[in-house]
Protein backbone atom coordinates (compact mmCIF):
# COMPACT_ATOMS: atom_id res chain seq x y z
CA UNK A 1 0.00 0.00 0.00
CA UNK A 2 1.69 2.86 -1.10
CA UNK A 3 0.95 5.93 1.36
CA UNK A 4 3.29 8.38 -0.89
CA UNK A 5 4.15 8.28 -4.17
CA UNK A 6 6.39 9.87 -6.85
CA UNK A 7 5.15 8.96 -10.33
CA UNK A 8 8.15 10.38 -12.04
CA UNK A 9 10.90 7.50 -11.19
CA UNK A 10 13.10 10.26 -12.99
CA UNK A 11 13.42 14.17 -14.54
CA UNK A 12 15.71 15.85 -16.57
CA UNK A 13 16.03 19.80 -16.84
CA UNK A 14 17.87 22.31 -18.31
CA UNK A 15 20.21 23.96 -15.83
CA UNK A 16 18.79 27.74 -15.27
CA UNK A 17 15.03 26.22 -15.95
CA UNK A 18 12.57 25.26 -13.03
CA UNK A 19 12.37 21.60 -11.87
CA UNK A 20 9.07 20.67 -10.66
CA UNK A 21 8.80 17.42 -8.38
CA UNK A 22 5.41 16.02 -7.47
CA UNK A 23 4.12 14.04 -4.74
CA UNK A 24 0.66 12.55 -3.93
CA UNK A 25 -0.51 10.90 -1.01
CA UNK A 26 -3.32 9.10 0.10
CA UNK A 27 -3.51 9.27 4.12
CA UNK A 28 -5.71 11.69 5.44
CA UNK A 29 -4.08 11.87 8.20
CA UNK A 30 -1.13 13.20 7.39
CA UNK A 31 -0.79 16.88 7.52
CA UNK A 32 3.21 17.53 7.88
CA UNK A 33 5.53 16.78 5.04
CA UNK A 34 9.20 17.32 4.04
CA UNK A 35 11.51 16.98 0.90
CA UNK A 36 14.74 15.49 1.29
CA UNK A 37 17.60 15.56 -0.86
CA UNK A 38 19.62 12.13 -1.42
CA UNK A 39 23.01 11.92 -3.33
CA UNK A 40 24.52 8.41 -3.68
CA UNK A 41 26.15 6.79 -0.35
CA UNK A 42 24.99 9.58 1.63
CA UNK A 43 21.85 9.96 3.94
CA UNK A 44 18.86 12.00 3.11
CA UNK A 45 19.32 15.72 3.36
CA UNK A 46 16.48 17.58 4.53
CA UNK A 47 15.48 20.75 2.11
CA UNK A 48 12.20 22.31 2.93
CA UNK A 49 9.55 21.17 5.05
CA UNK A 50 5.30 22.47 5.12
CA UNK A 51 2.28 22.04 7.20
CA UNK A 52 -1.00 21.31 6.10
CA UNK A 53 -2.12 25.02 6.92
CA UNK A 54 -0.53 26.14 4.73
CA UNK A 55 -0.69 25.95 1.22
CA UNK A 56 3.25 27.44 0.29
CA UNK A 57 6.66 27.48 1.71
CA UNK A 58 9.66 29.19 0.05
CA UNK A 59 13.24 28.85 1.23
CA UNK A 60 15.43 30.44 -1.62
CA UNK A 61 15.41 28.57 -4.52
CA UNK A 62 13.11 25.80 -3.36
CA UNK A 63 9.20 26.22 -3.03
CA UNK A 64 7.13 23.99 -1.71
CA UNK A 65 2.97 24.17 -2.76
CA UNK A 66 0.74 21.77 -1.20
CA UNK A 67 -3.05 21.17 -2.50
CA UNK A 68 -4.63 19.64 0.46
CA UNK A 69 -7.78 18.58 -1.30
CA UNK A 70 -6.20 16.85 -4.07
CA UNK A 71 -3.65 15.42 -1.56
CA UNK A 72 -0.90 16.75 -3.46
CA UNK A 73 2.07 18.67 -2.72
CA UNK A 74 4.90 19.36 -5.45
CA UNK A 75 8.46 20.81 -5.31
CA UNK A 76 9.57 23.71 -7.23
CA UNK A 77 13.70 24.49 -8.42
CA UNK A 78 14.31 27.80 -9.71
CA UNK A 79 16.74 28.12 -11.36
CA UNK A 80 17.69 24.49 -11.49
CA UNK A 81 22.03 24.05 -11.12
CA UNK A 82 23.69 20.76 -11.87
CA UNK A 83 24.45 20.46 -7.99
CA UNK A 84 20.79 19.85 -7.48
CA UNK A 85 21.11 16.39 -9.56
CA UNK A 86 20.17 14.10 -6.26
CA UNK A 87 17.18 11.74 -5.67
CA UNK A 88 14.47 14.11 -4.45
CA UNK A 89 12.23 11.91 -1.50
CA UNK A 90 8.74 13.77 -0.29
CA UNK A 91 8.00 12.03 3.39
CA UNK A 92 4.62 12.34 4.85
CA UNK A 93 3.66 12.09 8.55
CA UNK A 94 1.12 13.14 10.61
CA UNK A 95 2.80 15.71 12.61
CA UNK A 96 3.40 14.49 15.78
CA UNK A 97 6.56 14.67 17.90
CA UNK A 98 8.61 11.14 17.42
CA UNK A 99 6.28 10.17 14.53
CA UNK A 100 7.37 8.15 11.99
CA UNK A 101 7.85 10.01 8.46
CA UNK A 102 6.29 7.90 5.54
CA UNK A 103 8.53 8.28 2.51
CA UNK A 104 8.03 8.26 -1.11
CA UNK A 105 10.12 5.96 -3.86
CA UNK A 106 11.81 9.20 -4.80
CA UNK A 107 12.61 11.15 -8.27
CA UNK A 108 15.99 11.26 -9.67
CA UNK A 109 16.16 14.27 -11.29
CA UNK A 110 19.34 15.30 -13.53
CA UNK A 111 20.27 19.05 -14.41
CA UNK A 112 22.08 19.04 -17.04
CA UNK A 113 24.42 21.94 -18.01
CA UNK B 1 26.57 23.04 11.91
CA UNK B 2 25.82 20.36 14.07
CA UNK B 3 25.19 17.05 12.29
CA UNK B 4 23.96 13.17 12.92
CA UNK B 5 27.19 10.84 12.45
CA UNK B 6 27.02 6.70 12.15
CA UNK B 7 29.46 4.26 12.85
CA UNK B 8 30.48 2.20 10.91
CA UNK B 9 30.33 3.26 7.13
CA UNK B 10 30.24 -0.49 5.92
CA UNK B 11 29.81 -3.56 7.87
CA UNK B 12 30.40 -6.90 6.64
CA UNK B 13 28.43 -9.64 8.88
CA UNK B 14 27.98 -13.39 8.34
CA UNK B 15 23.88 -14.89 8.55
CA UNK B 16 23.39 -15.23 12.28
CA UNK B 17 25.42 -12.97 14.06
CA UNK B 18 24.90 -10.12 15.96
CA UNK B 19 25.80 -6.63 14.55
CA UNK B 20 25.29 -3.13 16.66
CA UNK B 21 24.87 -0.23 14.77
CA UNK B 22 25.82 3.07 16.56
CA UNK B 23 24.66 7.00 15.86
CA UNK B 24 25.23 9.68 17.72
CA UNK B 25 22.32 12.34 17.11
CA UNK B 26 22.19 16.15 17.28
CA UNK B 27 23.40 17.31 21.40
CA UNK B 28 20.13 18.64 21.91
CA UNK B 29 17.68 16.57 19.82
CA UNK B 30 14.98 14.80 21.98
CA UNK B 31 14.02 12.16 19.47
CA UNK B 32 15.54 9.13 17.33
CA UNK B 33 14.89 7.00 14.81
CA UNK B 34 16.30 4.47 13.13
CA UNK B 35 15.30 4.04 9.22
CA UNK B 36 16.35 1.49 6.47
CA UNK B 37 16.86 1.45 2.54
CA UNK B 38 16.95 -1.86 1.08
CA UNK B 39 19.44 -1.12 -2.49
CA UNK B 40 16.48 0.44 -4.87
CA UNK B 41 13.69 0.22 -2.66
CA UNK B 42 12.21 2.75 -0.71
CA UNK B 43 12.86 4.53 2.64
CA UNK B 44 11.12 2.61 5.38
CA UNK B 45 11.04 3.93 9.29
CA UNK B 46 11.71 1.11 11.95
CA UNK B 47 11.58 2.83 14.93
CA UNK B 48 11.49 6.19 17.00
CA UNK B 49 13.13 6.29 20.60
CA UNK B 50 12.26 9.29 23.15
CA UNK B 51 12.76 9.41 26.68
CA UNK B 52 14.32 6.34 27.04
CA UNK B 53 11.87 4.56 25.01
CA UNK B 54 10.46 3.26 22.09
CA UNK B 55 7.67 5.33 20.88
CA UNK B 56 6.79 3.63 17.89
CA UNK B 57 7.85 0.82 15.93
CA UNK B 58 7.07 -0.83 12.40
CA UNK B 59 6.14 -4.66 11.50
CA UNK B 60 9.61 -4.62 10.36
CA UNK B 61 11.19 -4.02 14.07
CA UNK B 62 10.30 -7.76 15.11
CA UNK B 63 12.01 -9.18 18.21
CA UNK B 64 15.75 -9.71 16.24
CA UNK B 65 15.73 -6.06 16.82
CA UNK B 66 16.59 -4.07 19.62
CA UNK B 67 17.35 -0.02 20.18
CA UNK B 68 19.64 1.50 23.22
CA UNK B 69 20.72 5.00 24.08
CA UNK B 70 23.54 3.15 26.72
CA UNK B 71 24.79 6.66 27.40
CA UNK B 72 24.22 10.63 26.94
CA UNK B 73 25.20 10.50 23.12
CA UNK B 74 24.94 7.15 21.75
CA UNK B 75 22.02 6.06 20.01
CA UNK B 76 22.79 2.29 19.04
CA UNK B 77 20.71 -0.50 17.01
CA UNK B 78 21.25 -3.99 17.72
CA UNK B 79 20.52 -6.97 15.05
CA UNK B 80 20.13 -10.33 17.36
CA UNK B 81 20.82 -12.62 14.64
CA UNK B 82 21.34 -11.13 11.40
CA UNK B 83 19.64 -12.49 8.16
CA UNK B 84 20.29 -12.12 4.40
CA UNK B 85 17.51 -9.71 4.07
CA UNK B 86 18.74 -7.18 6.71
CA UNK B 87 21.06 -6.11 4.08
CA UNK B 88 20.79 -2.80 3.52
CA UNK B 89 21.40 1.17 4.30
CA UNK B 90 20.71 1.76 8.04
CA UNK B 91 20.41 5.65 8.54
CA UNK B 92 19.50 7.20 12.10
CA UNK B 93 17.86 10.13 12.48
CA UNK B 94 16.92 13.01 15.23
CA UNK B 95 14.57 15.71 15.70
CA UNK B 96 14.16 18.36 18.39
CA UNK B 97 11.25 17.70 19.96
CA UNK B 98 10.64 21.65 19.99
CA UNK B 99 8.24 23.12 17.67
CA UNK B 100 9.85 21.33 14.87
CA UNK B 101 9.55 17.90 13.41
CA UNK B 102 12.03 18.06 10.80
CA UNK B 103 14.10 14.59 11.09
CA UNK B 104 18.04 14.98 10.41
CA UNK B 105 19.52 11.99 8.78
CA UNK B 106 23.06 10.47 9.19
CA UNK B 107 24.89 9.50 6.48
CA UNK B 108 23.83 5.92 7.16
CA UNK B 109 25.73 2.38 7.74
CA UNK B 110 25.99 -0.27 4.98
CA UNK B 111 25.08 -3.64 6.15
CA UNK B 112 26.15 -6.38 4.26
CA UNK B 113 25.16 -10.27 5.57
CA UNK B 114 26.68 -12.47 3.18
Known amino acids: DQQVKQNSPSLSVQEGRISILNCDYT??????FLWYKKYPAEGPTFLIS?????DKNEDGRFTVFLNKSAKHLSLHIVPSQPGDSAVYFC????????????FGPGTRLSVLP | EPEVTQTPSHQVTQMGQEVILRCVPI?????FYWYRQILGQKVEFLVSFYNNEISEKSEIFDDQFSVERPDGSNFTLKIRSTKLEDSAMYFC????????????FGPGTRLTVT
Open chain 1, 91 to 102: AASAGNYGQNFV
Open chain 1, 50 to 54: ISSIK
Open chain 1, 27 to 32: NSMFDY
Open chain 2, 27 to 31: SNHLY
Open chain 2, 93 to 104: ASSSGQGSYEQY
